[in-house]
């Protein structure tokens, strides 16, 4: 079982939407797979389900709930999600003066006893706790990066924060870099791209996630890319997968 956790904690990169979109192609693919919505703002949760939730990964965190109790089946098939809510935005606070706070989420994957081929993580866009449980937890880690001007803002930070994470985890490894909303009439892509390259030679993945309107309608519908198979985007994340695994 790989465990891949999406984290920057710059908002608005797409770490739901390519966590979301990978989940659902690698179980297109008969992958079996477990989406953890690591995130108070719930997106991947509201995408899947039109219900709010009492017993979510707040409680497995918080009041040792087994991690299997709060998973939910969705409609594509052989992949499920560990479902949150909004009061999971507390966890940071009610944490602190837990022991071995950090170990959290691991425990309850081991508790849990899993038979998934895949487990992703969708984090929050913070340096906190949650990431912290999520970093504990993976083999993998991915980062999202946005085409703006300020996309590279922070970056050093979190890897700096990630590599102090090794202390408690390690086998964790970054797998890469990941270009999204690359805006192709502009040049400000190019840049970035060389900037990452210069700074973490081999760790950008080749296949770049072009802008594309078809993900905002994707949200609004709550959908998944695997219903838009003519699309750009549903090659350019085929792509991105075969890097991924």
Same mark, same amino acid.
Request: hydrophobic fraction near 40%.
């Given at each position: ?104 989420l691991k425990n309850a994957l081991t508790k849990a006893k ?44 979190? %890897? @700096?924060?990630? $590599?102090? /994470? ?8 970054? &797998?890469?870099?990941?270009?999204? +909303? ?7 892509? %190019? @840049?970035?791209? $060389?900037? /990452? ?8 993945? &080749?296949?770049?996630?072009?802008? +594309? ?33």
């Open positions: 079982m790989k465990i891949i956790a999406f984290v920057n904690q710059k908002g608005g990169v797409g770490k739901t939407t390519l966590s979301l979109n990978l989940a659902a192609l690698l179980a297109e693919e008969g992958k079996k797979v477990l989406i953890i919505d690591n995130d108070s703002q719930s997106n991947i949760t509201n995408t899947f389900f039109n219900e709010e939730f009492d017993n979510t990964i707040y409680n497995v965190i918080l009041k040792d709930e087994n991690l299997n109790n709060v998973i939910h089946r969705t409609s594509i098939e052989n992949l499920d999600v560990v479902v949150n809510s909004l009061a999971s935005a507390d966890i940071n606070l009610l944490l602190s003066t837990e022991i071995a706070r950090e170990m959290k899993l038979n998934y081929d895949y487990v992703l993580i969708d984090c929050n866009p913070s340096l906190d706790l949650n990431m912290v449980n999520a970093l504990v937890a993976c083999d993998e880690v991915i980062i999202p990066i946005d085409c703006s001007a300020y996309s590279l803002t922070g970056l050093k930070n979190l %890897v @700096d924060f990630i $590599e102090k /994470i090794k202390v408690l985890n390690d086998d964790l490894n970054i &797998k890469g870099f990941v270009l999204n +909303n690359v805006d192709r009439r502009t040049h400000l892509y %190019v @840049d970035i791209k $060389e900037v /990452i390259d210069e700074i973490y030679p081999g760790k950008l993945f &080749k296949q770049e996630i072009s802008l +594309n309107s078809i993900f905002n309608k994707m949200q609004f519908r709550r959908d998944s890319i695997i219903n838009y198979k003519k699309n750009k985007a549903y090659t350019e994340l085929k792509e991105l997968l075969d890097e991924v695994r």
